[in-house]
Structures are given as structure tokens and as C-alpha cells.
């Protein structure tokens, strides 16, 4: 996240652009597939970690530590030695996208390959050639959790937690009035923030790096999310991508282990808890990718193969396939996710939104031990 300014000329997605329907409120599907759904983003994390595991080449000599933790004979066992949760319970019981080897490539539309842009179309569903910089000021798009925060049904059930102090802006909470737990920027853009968190951040904040750490923007999720049972939570971790432009590939995997690690603690207390358990939609991806071999820390429109990306997902209705062969994906289609899983249709109310990713199966084909799927309306692109 730490690219400023990439001039680029407008892709087909950008002349696309439609202008945008007035947004009315929609009433929510009575086969609406699950109550509660958290969208979690760890900034920068490769699909080649995601699939493959620990990079061996990738690691000096002297990190026996890493080689140990993470390095193992096989790319599975490798995996599933840096995200144990990922393919030991969300690939098992849900879908994951991202292997280009199987057909399965997710992409960006945006073309930036850097942080805004990247959040700002998994968040509205569309590239908007506007945002170029992460410098940009505060979105005018407006976001798919900002929408289900009008709805009769959600208002005031909605909440953000982010380590990168841009999302009060991505967000634009100034306008959105979301909930917004950003405490690396006091300077207005998070005004809705829950004002306990806003005071515990007074003395940790990172303000060079313009960060907090991921622990306290966890800590502060799960508690929220205990406490109050949002039913749409966004939450964003950083410290991947801030590891691998250090260059520091053993704290780059010691993140993504600890990233794999606050997934499982927001999945158990889903679970533990009455009002959420077995109705709890997890959807998991990134803002953009890297670079291959040693470009492996640089991302943005000039590194190739920095526009693929990977996103997991799983919840009631959500058929338990595994790793998806022969369905290419692409990070436009998150938003409507987002939606389609508390039974909304997003492309209805932002006609430049992609459509919800074909994750949704009939009454049977739920994730073991999720209890029953519930019956998710068809959304376009629905496979």
C-alpha cells in the first residue's frame, strides 16, 4: 500500500463506467442464505503463499526458525502449515479461488495493482479509473457496506475495523457515517468510530507508518463482534504487505500464520456464540498481489502477475468444493458477495457491479458441521 501515484490510461473497465442508479432501499430476500457475514483483507498476501506455502528460495540461510515453521515436502503440506485454518477448514468446508493452474485465476479489473483502487473495487464492485493514487481523496463510490447500512433491516448492524489508517476515506465515513475503528488517523475521517477504541488507540498508534498494529485492530473486532452481533463486519489487516516491502519474508509468513490464526478466533467465536453460530458467512481475500521470484515484495501496474489474487469463502448455503477448477474469478465480484450471502442483490441497486461469485449450491450441498444451508437466491453468474 505504499505506491502514491500510478498514471495510467483507462482501461476498458473505466470506459464502461456507467452512471450510477439513484439507490433505493430493497427489501431483503426471505431465502436470504445467512444473517451475519464478515469480510476479512490481509493487505498484499500472495496467492502463491495461499496455495504453495512457504517460498523456500525465498528464505536467507540463517532463517532456520522459518524453514522449520513453515517449510515442508509438499506445496499442500506447506499450505497447510502456514494457514491452518484456510485449507483445514475453510477449503474443506467451503470454496477457495485464485489457482490459476486449475482454471481458477482471480483477478483485479483496476489495473492500479496497488492499495485504493484495489479496496475500493472490492467494496463497490467496480474499477473507477479515478482513483490512482492512494493518495485519493475520500471515495466517491459508494460501497456496498455503506448501502446495507440504509437498509431498514441493518441500520446501525454495520461496523469496520481497519489497520490502514485510508479506509476512513475508502469508507468515506464523513459521508457513510459508518462505524469505523481506524485509530492511526484522529483527524476527522473516522468520527464514527465506537469512541472506546478510538481512546485505546491514543497511545499505540504507528503515525509514520500511518498504522496500527494488526493485534489491536483484531483485538477490537472480535470484542465488537462479541459484544454486539453486528450482522456486516468489515475487517483489514496490513502487516503482510508492510513485511514485504521491508523485504522481510520470514515476518511476511509470520504474519500471514498469525492472519490465518485471527480468522480461526473470529470463526470460534462465531460459533460460540448463540445468536451467530452456523449463520455466519466468512468471506476472505486481498487488495492486490506481487511480483513472482525476487519481485516478489513490489506490486502496481508495472509487476507482472500483481493483479491475481485469491478469495476463500464459507457459510450456510456455501457448497463445500474445495479449491474451484475452471472458474476464473475476479475481485469485483466481492461486493455482491457480500451481499447475496444477507440476501441482497448489489447489482440491482450499482448496475457496474460485477456479480456475486458462484459460491451459493441448493438445500444439501452446505459446508459439513455448518448446519443447514439456508436457500440462496439466484444471483447472475450463478453456476
Known amino acids: 500500500m505504499s505506491i502514491r501515484h500510478v498514471a495510467l490510461p483507462l482501461t476498458a473497465f473505466g470506459l464502461a463506467l456507467a452512471c450510477l442508479t439513484p ?10 442464505a445467512s444473517p451475519y457475514v464478515i469480510l476479512v483483507m490481509t493487505d498484499g498476501l500472495r496467492w502463491q503463499e495461499v496455495f504453495d506455502g512457504a517460498d523456500p528460495a525465498l528464505l536467507t540461510a540463517a532463517d532456520t526458525v522459518g524453514r522449520a515453521t513453515y517449510v515442508r515436502e509438499s506445496a499442500s503440506e506447506r ?15 467451503g470454496q477457495i479461488f485464485g489457482d490459476a493452474r486449475v482454471g481458477s485465476e482471480a483477478r483485479l479489473t483496476n489495473g492500479f495493482k ?68 481506524n485509530g492511526s488517523d484522529q483527524r476527522g475521517n473516522d468520527d464514527a468510530s465506537p469512541p472506546r477504541y478510538r481512546r485505546m488507540l491514543s497511545s499505540v498508534v504507528d503515525r509514520i507508518r500511518g498504522s496500527v498494529g494488526d493485534r489491536l485492530t483484531h483485538r477490537a ?14 475487517i483489514g489487516y496490513g502487516e503482510t504487505d508492510r513485511w514485504a ?30 445468536a451467530t453460530r452456523d449463520s455466519t458467512t466468512l468471506i476472505v481475500t486481498t487488495d492486490h498481489g506481487r511480483g513472482a521470484g525476487r519481485r516478489w515484495t513490489d506490486h502496481g501496474a508495472d509487476v507482472e502477475g500483481a493483479e491475481r489474487i485469491w478469495i476463500a469463502v464459507m457459510g450456510p448455503g456455501v457448497s463445500a468444493l474445495g479449491v474451484r477448477r475452471g472458474v476464473p474469478t475476479t475481485q469485483a465480484q466481492v461486493a455482491a458477495t457480500v451481499a ?27 459446508a459439513p458441521g455448518l448446519g443447514a444451508p439456508g436457500v440462496h437466491k439466484r444471483m447472475p453468474g450463478d453456476q
Open 245 to 274: 516491502h521491508e523485504g522481510r519474508y520470514d515476518r511476511y509468513l509470520q504474519s500471514a500464520h498469525q492472519v490465518d490464526k485471527y480468522l480461526n478466533e473470529l470463526w470460534t467465536s462465531a460459533q460460540a456464540n448463540p
Open 221 to 234: 473486532a472480535n470484542r465488537y463482534l462479541r459484544a454486539t452481533n453486528p450482522l456486516v463486519t468489515f
Open 340 to 366: 447475496a450471502a444477507v440476501g441482497f442483490d448489489w447489482t440491482r441497486v450499482e448496475p457496474r457491479a460485477a456479480p456475486a461469485l458462484p459460491v451459493f449450491g441448493a438445500p444439501g450441498l452446505g
Open 114 to 181: 496497488f492499495s485504493y483502487p484495489g479496496y475500493s473495487e472490492t467494496l463497490t464492485g467496480h474499477a473507477d479509473p479515478r482513483i490512482d493514487s492512494n493518495d485519493h481523496a475520500r471515495n466517491e463510490n459508494r460501497t456496498v457496506f455503506e448501502w446495507l447500512n440504509t437498509q431498514p433491516s441493518m441500520v446501525g448492524r454495520v461496523a469496520a475495523f481497519a489497520t490502514w489508517k485510508v479506509f476512513g476515506r475508502i469508507l468515506n465515513t464523513a459521508r457513510s457515517h459508518l462505524p469505523l475503528f
Open 23 to 32: 439507490l433505493g432501499a430493497q427489501a431483503p430476500s426471505p431465502r436470504s
Open 79 to 93: 499450505r497447510a502449515a502456514l494457514m491452518p485454518f484456510v485449507w483445514g477448514t475453510m477449503a474443506s468446508r
